[in-house]
């Protein structure tokens, strides 16, 4: 999951030029996994 979520930032950042879609996207996600403490661990990574 790791992998995939450097991979979506990359995509964004990098290849998009979108570090705000980026943003709301990684924001979006914490909140609907709010109730997962392994998702954000692994979030609180990137």
């Known amino acids: 999951m790791v ?3 450097e991979k979506a930032k990359y ?3 990098d ?3 979108n570090e705000a ?5 990684f924001s979006d ?3 609907e996994f709010k109730k997962r ?4 661990e ?4 990137l």
Request: hydrophobic share 50%; aromatic share 12%.
């Open 15 to 17: 290849i998009l030029k």
């Open 3 to 5: 992998r995939d979520l």
């Open 37 to 40: 403490p392994a998702f954000l």
């Open 11 to 13: 995509i964004y950042i």
């Open 21 to 25: 879609g980026w943003a709301k996207r």
């Open 29 to 31: 996600l914490k909140s």
């Open 42 to 45: 692994i979030a609180s990574e």
